[in-house]
């Protein structure tokens, strides 16, 4: 048995997907955080069933002639019930999905949640005339409490084996008669099996891209009697022949609000005085430059505290194992390889990466993301994209993987494309690890937010750049802000786990492996053809030791590697002492600009294609190179 | 008649007309937002930044581009919006 978790985006999916699956969807504050759809395995009153949980989506409208994720999934996927996630709060806007849900034809249920955020707003609602008007089972939730999820999947479960299916409210009589008309003329088409011809007709009336390719496609000749029907409304209305159609469901969906809410007086607190200065013209801005300042003072403060004891104790380790086997042996190699290894991701990664992962995830679960958007919008209008935009590139600063991944939520091919090479750019919490083991530690604060403003001001040229050069319109800003909440820290710390964990089982073994590979190289001499190979560009380009060649090779992997393979290649954690200033900031630019990890490179491929992704690669080379360069010879002028 | 972009911060509007392609369309449709609807403005960005519009209990950040296609009607309507305690016109 399979159930599919369906509803808008913010409406609570993947909190209600996370009490069965057990923390494995991290949910986020803001449209479309979920891009692909998950599935788990869960025990409902002693049955096994799947559930999947889909991307939110607000309609069943798709915006290209590629249906999104849910859309797809819905129509084309075997399933046994949806279960609708209603967000309480905004009823009237959510029933418009149901109500397209509904005429899917298959056993609904209704997750009524986010009951106490109505309740806040003085929206009380019966749940029972819901079920009355709708023709399907109601269930109240709270799923951040977990209020109502174990009645919900026993109802569900109950409803499947039933496999009742609801009847379609009806729309205003010439809408009908429309949907009858266009349903006749499709009447025994096969295009989208499995789905009720009302459904299609609607879809076709909506001019819906996905469904009019499929039905078209195979029989064109059809498009001109539908249009026909179409023009018949459109002349009966005055509005376009979508408008009327969807209109209608409007006035459904808002009608049966008004019918089954009673309002009270609204309990507005923090939420909208804070909303006032965040959003405010005047103080936004400021405000905005203030979070994420104190975002990164913050990151940068708690690591260093807790980096300077670690390494020491890792220093005294590598001397003890040094005085247990002689340095030149390969028994003393393989150990101080596996130490430095160990070090490299305990003591100089873990610091600065914990902190920005916890702050990262509090910016997601607060909602500022949204608002940060809604800031940055005429921002981002200059380099030719729009606020939305920005969504994906904060999240780069987390990991470029997931940041290319949700550059689906934007509409526009052109966006994407553009959103997706700058997010590779963005230094991911790899870089930043860099960027504050080497330049902030050993340089001052300064110099690394200077690294940050460069990097911004490269994405800025980029991206303008190839604003120009790629065709293509952009749609503009359409974003729902979502209310602000406060992050529960049991989601903030599932999320951090999730993205520490890959770091702790893939990246981890792989630094201590390539340590040790490292060392032995060293070892046998193996490493310096490579080095002497690297070397016009390491030590005649870059002015640097000729080996830490091996250790950019290693960075392609994973980018804390640099760092990790640095300490290796010159054989000790105080940097200092062997890599001047210079050094070590020409170090950083480059490994900051250079070719993305290959896990980034992967994503990159399927998101945009090999022949781009490839320029990319190739791209990031040159500014790497062209801006370590200027920053060697501008710390040259300026010191 | 006049655009959504040219209101003022707490004034009410009636969307009248949403011009621009079917897709900018459908994506306001999806939204919640449509002909007939109510909407307050709440905020407006500066340097031409998008204006935050609240409609049936939602919030939504459209851009100038778009809120120069959306038509609104205020019929002379000067409500403050609800809850606020700044009133707007000339009281002190």
Redesign the interface.
Known sequence: MRFVLAGQPNAGKSSIFNSVAGYRSATANFPGSSVTYTVTKALIAGREVEVVDLPGT??M?S?DSVAGEAERYLLDEPYDLIINIVDA??L??SL?LTLQLVELGRPVIIALNMMDEARR?G?MIDHQALAQELGVPVVPTVARLGHGLKQLFREALRHASIGRNPQPPAFDREVEDALAEVAAVIEGLECVPGIPTRFTAGKLL??DPHVSKRVYGERPELARRVDQVAAQLEEAHG??A??VV??SR?AVA?AVEDRVVTHEQ?Q?GWR?RADRLL????T??PLLVLILGAFFSAVFGIGRRIEAPLVDAFNRLQVAVAAQFPADSLTGTVADGLVTGLAGGVAIVLPYLLPFLVGLAVLEDTGYL?RL???L???M?RIGL??KSVLPLILGYGCSVPAIMSTRIL?SEKDRKITAALASFIPCSARTVVIFGLVAAFMGPIWALGIYLLNIVVIVVLGTVMAKRLKGAS????????DLSLPDLKTLAAKTWLTLKEFITIAWPLLIASSIVLGVLEWAHAAEPINALLSPLTVWLLGLPAAVGMTLVFGVLRKELTLVMLVQALGTTEISSVLTSQQLLTFTLFVVFYVPCIATIAVLARQVGWRDTTLIAAFTVVVAIVISVAGRMGFALLT | MMTLDTVGIRRQARVIMIDGGHRVRSHLNTLGIHIGDWLTVVQRAPFRGPVLVEINGTRVALGRGIANKVQVDMDGVLEPLSGSEERWGTEH
């Open positions: 607000y309609s409208i915006s709060s905004r009237g806007r418009e707003r929206i909506e001019g509005w376009a979508d408008q969807s209109g409007h808002h609204p507005l909208e959003l405010n013209q005047w936004g801005g949204p958007a809604y800031i919008d005429s921002f209008h729009h606020g509409e749609p503009g800003l359409v974003l729902e802000i979502p």
